[in-house]
């Protein structure tokens, strides 16, 4: 039977969110503008034309509800504990091995990444996956390989195409067995569809590998100007790792930008004060990796007492040195610095001069000049001291060191919150708000840095998105739809009812939530096998798989809000490269479903 014509508040429901998905395509507006609007216009809508059966102030209640909703917590939450395992640096031998890989050939090491988060996904929920790869992916950008804009949304996709493939890879999938266990069917094991999804992804990865990365831009920022490399000292210690050994032995663990301005003979010796150079990035990881030393090492150790004394970060500045500093013509070994300010200079750059000013170093030293710029390390308040004294500048590009005794910390918090959540012992929000708190409480996140950490974009858009969900389902939009569709089926073959199935339910994944999807979709596939006279397995399969085709828009799931800032990616970039694999997967999917149950 023909449904009729849609209530008002559904029509009005299918209307701001068509309104909210041209306003963000089209880019005009910023999408904390388009969320918020979203917001106020649900907000005063069902203020003077409430829902059947509610109060004004219930559609307030709708309206604002999302900034309470335990998705945006748990968000959030996971956000949090990112940063811990970024700035504590207990990401960094996983990165350094994906950067290997990466080393070998990128598009081997993007393949190898995305077959690593695909299997991980399929026994661990997508969710959890993703924030332990992302901060990876960000460091892995930032150390030369592809920009994270390129990469994160095909980390997203293999992540979520991995969650499709068993009944624990998303709580979703759980949702649709459940429900469809209520209505009287079979209940399905762990890999019950396992099959037909790796089939699926095998047609689906070399997009996701070879062209995805090609559709998205480049959104790194640009520098206008050209990264700085300072000159420093790398001094061998007794003990280090690098006594005895050649040169040759250490240059495969050197990143690209560093190099040996000066060589030993032989092996390295304990004692030997070489001069080396590099951007900042690039001595910091030299420095790591060679386990050598680019400061006295007692002004170091005076440091790191004093962090751990005041429970302060120590951090890294770069400082120009203006034209009354009294650092002028001395030597790093005459200016005092670590003396007076308990700082220590890693290095410094000499910019270019014209020739009648260029300053050519000494043999041993070089003298500071007005204009250079100094890689200094110490506490906030030292470093302030030390500026205002000497009268140097501040610059842009100064970072925390990473809390490295705290790694193995913020992991063992990372993977009991996973575990936790895995297992099924607690739901993913509790799990994560527990895991940010101990974060918090055993110093791996600092309440000051929070703001770092959270994206402001995402939560506002995190917000509306449920707010729209909400409106979806409660004004009759989603059943109304569900109808429509149910009337036209009865004239298709069978790929084609499976196609328009899971299209329906994915329309409704991407633009009101997984969970509505799930909820509408399987009663109404449930429904269409029995009119048709169908097998009833394969239409909710089709609503399962629907449910996790997420990829055309950022509020579709909440794996798509946390790439989005890490990325700076646009509501267009979603729309560009997830489009085409929608398509990709619904027709391979419909396809290997009339195959396997013989349709």
Known sequence: ????????????AIAVTTAMFIAFARGRLSVEIVSLLTIAVIAVGLYFFPLPHTLPTDGLILAFSGFGHYALITICSLMIMGRGLVVTGALEPAARFLERVWKVNLQLGLLVSLLIAMFLSMIVNDTPVLVLLLPIFVQLAARGAMPASKTLIPLNAAVLIGGMSTTIGTSTNLLVVSIARDLGMPQMNVFHYTPIVLAAALVALPYLWLVMPRLLPDHSRDDDYELRRFSARLRVPAGSELVGKAIDEVATRLPSDFSFDEEPEGPFEAGHRLRVSGTHEALEEAIRSLKGQVAPGWVVDRIQRKARSTGDDVIVVEMAVTSDSRLIGRTLATSGIADLYSTAVLGIHKPKRPLDQEMEPEPDELRIAEGDVLLVMGLDTDLQEFAQNDSLLILDGGREMPRRSKAILALAIMFG????????????????????????????????????????????????????????????????????????????????????????????????????????????????ASQLELPQEPLILAVLFGCNLCYATPIAYQTNMLIMGEGNYTFADYIRTGIPLVLIMVVTLSLLLVVSYGM
Do not use: E
């Not at 039977?1 to 009005?12: E, L, N, V, Y």
């Open 1 to 12: 039977m023909m449904p009729g014509i849609p209530s008002f508040h559904a029509m009005a």
């Open 417 to 528: 919150s996973v575990g936790l959540a895995s297992a099924g012992f607690l739901p993913i929000a509790i799990s994560a708000l527990a895991g940010a708190i101990v974060m918090f409480v055993t110093g791996c996140v600092r309440f000051d840095r929070v703001g770092r950490a959270l994206s402001a974009k995402v939560i506002v858009l995190v917000a509306a998105s449920i707010a729209i969900g909400q409106l979806v389902l409660n004004s009759g939009a989603a059943s109304w739809l569900g109808q429509l569709m149910a009337y036209g089926l009865q004239y298709l073959p069978p790929a084609a009812i499976l196609a328009a199935i899971m299209l329906f339910v994915t329309l409704l994944t991407n633009f009101a939530s997984n969970a509505t999807a799930a909820t509408v979709g399987t009663p109404i596939a449930f429904n269409i």
